[in-house]
């Protein structure tokens, strides 16, 4: 069976500097991995990589997905296969309403839905995300505050609903409320059928959700995985074990 998301030996660059040196990762179809790592270990850069920001620059290695390679493809093909990022920092977009923004993403992947059917599942997943429904005419993340912002992300990933999401800390400045409410969408997300890439610092995102792998990344590459334990470590710890054992 191909993988869902293979990232192969995948060394790349922003600008000067190389980042990650020589990544690899798997993801299978209904699978969740967790990402955590220290500060500037090349998490973020993974997450951009995957979905082909032009920011980074790919020097070596292959990604595949769903079995294709799709190391040359622009960041809306990929889109349009099934890939999603939720940004660390959403973008502010004057002049477009979410729910306009939310239909034209759906009308650019070619599925078309009735006005009437899309308000109503737009109505009842900001229902999910405590989301007044004013929120929908609001201009994209203008005058949003960051919780609302997480919300919207995670609203988009409800609505789009993709075959892989990437949350790039998401759950970053939140509340403990705020919190609870992005890992509640999260869980609606997942059906057993989808997969996701969680790169967090924190535990409270995964409350509701159980990864299969926990993945530790530092200096720009993978260098200890395994499941829960990993994140007992980190939060009792640090990371300064990693380091140490690298060192080893």
């Known amino acids: 069976m191909n993988a869902l998301l293979k990232v192969e030996g995948v060394r790349a660059s922003a600008g000067e500097k190389e980042i990650l040196k020589g990544m690899n990762l798997e993801v299978n179809k209904g699978e969740v991995h967790v990402i955590m790592g220290p500060n500037g270990s090349g998490k973020s850069t993974l997450a951009n ?43 502010e977009i004057p002049g477009i309403s979410v729910e306009n923004f939310i239909r034209q993403a ?38 949003f505050s960051g919780g609302e912002r997480k919300k919207t992300e995670i609203l988009q990933l409800l609505m789009l609903d993709p ?45 509701e959700i159980h990864p299969d792998f926990v993945h530790v990344i530092n200096n720009g590459r993978i260098v200890t995985e395994g499941g829960d334990e990993i994140i007992d470590r980190i939060e009792e710890e640090g990371f300064g074990w990693i380091k140490d054992e690298q060192h080893a």
């Open 49 to 91: 990589v995957i979905m082909a920001n032009p920011a980074y620059t790919m020097t070596e290695g292959k990604i595949y997905f769903e079995g294709d390679d799709v190391s040359d493809e622009s960041t809306d093909k990929r889109a349009r296969r099934g890939l999603y990022l939720s940004f660390q920092t959403p973008y």
């Open 106 to 143: 759906l009308l650019a992947r070619g599925e078309k839905t009735s006005i009437v059917k899309f308000k109503k599942a737009l109505e009842k997943k900001m229902e999910l995300l405590d989301m007044k429904p004013e929120y929908a005419s609001r201009y994209l993340n203008v005058g």
């Open 163 to 207: 075959k892989l999401a990437i949350l790039d800390e998401t759950d970053s400045g939140l509340d403990v409320d705020a919190v609870a409410t992005v890992s509640r969408g999260l869980k609606e997300y997942l059906d057993g059928e989808k997969s996701a890439i969680i790169i967090t610092h924190h535990r409270e995102i995964l409350k």
